[in-house]
Structure formats: C-alpha cells, structure tokens
C-alpha cells in the first residue's frame, strides 16, 4: 500500500486489545507507567510496533470475533459491515500479517465473493439496487464501496462504447 493511501491510514487506527507483557513507561493515559499485564486498546498501527517488539501480546479486535464471524458464516449478505468497521478487509489483512488465523481468513475471503454477487448486480442496475437493496447498500465497507463504483463505471463505460461502434 501507499504511504499516503487513506484507507490504509484508517484501517491501521483501529483499535487492537492488547495486554502489556513488561512494563511500559509514558503509554498510560496523561504519560502515565502501564504495568505489567495491563488491558489496554491501542490503535493497530502502534500495537503493531510494540508486538513485534514483543511489549505486548495482540488479541482479537471486536470486528473479528465470534459473534460478528458467526453472522458472517451464517448469512454475510445480511450483515453490515459497514457497522462493524468502515474497513473491514483492510483491518483484516492488517490483523492477518500479525495473528495467523486461517478461519479469519476463510471467512472473509467467503464473506467478499458472496457479498461481490450482489455489489456486481447493484453496479449494474444502481437505481434499482438503491430501492431494492438500499439496507445492503448502506452496510458496505469502504473497499466494497470501491469495487461497487469501479464495477459501475466499468459497466458505463462498456455502455458508451457500444453505442459508439453502433
């Protein structure tokens, strides 16, 4: 990713649970020590220095746990990601290069192709998805949102072009 790509400087300040492993000085509220074995949540992009760093252990954020997995696996068209984190699949490949978790990873992978379905046929018809699907609509994730105006502009242009040649 880009340096200065705003959806990646969004997913990364999400925050992480995290425990510290040692104590560490000044990351308390107003400077002050955080003990050892504190609970704090920190925003990913410095949990993922200090996890690294082995300062603290990472657990899983709430966009990832079983409650919000459980929907997903159920019925990920019904779920509105959107309410859980405005970048999801970001959040989620950032969350993947620290914790490996293959069930995450299979249940987002499952979650984009499903919920691609439907942002393909929304990209096609907008007016109609818009009053057909407009809860569906409104619950994408930023990177959903993406591929739903590209598809559509793709489809646009596609359109132009065959009225061109006609």
């Known amino acids: ?6 959806d990646s400087i969004l997913s990364e300040n999400q925050k992480v649970p995290c425990t510290s492993t040692v104590s560490i000085p000044g990351l308390g509220h107003e400077g002050r020590m955080v003990p050892t074995g504190s609970k704090v949540e920190l925003p990913f992009w410095l949990a993922e ?3 690294i760093n082995s300062f603290v252990s990472i657990h899983m954020p709430a966009p990832f746990s ?4 459980n929907a997903l696996k159920a019925n990920p068209n019904s779920v509105s990601i959107r309410d859980i984190t405005t970048h ?9 290069h620290l914790i490996s978790d293959d ?3 299979q249940i987002s ?7 691609a379905m439907l942002i393909a ?8 998805a818009l009053q057909q699907n407009s809860q569906f609509i409104e ?7 993406h591929i739903l105006r590209v598809s559509h502009n793709a489809h646009r242009s596609l359109i132009n072009w065959q009225n061109s040649t006609s």
């Open 66 to 69: 079983s409650v919000v997995r």
């Open 88 to 96: 999801y699949y970001h959040f989620a490949e950032k969350m993947l």
């Open 103 to 105: 069930s995450l990873v």
């Open 1 to 6: 990713m880009d340096y200065y790509d705003i």
């Open 121 to 128: 046929d929304a990209s096609l018809n907008p007016q109609g």
């Open 49 to 51: 220095v200090l996890a």
């Open 139 to 145: 619950g994408l994730d930023d990177f959903e949102k």
């Open 109 to 115: 992978l499952n979650t984009l192709r499903s919920r």
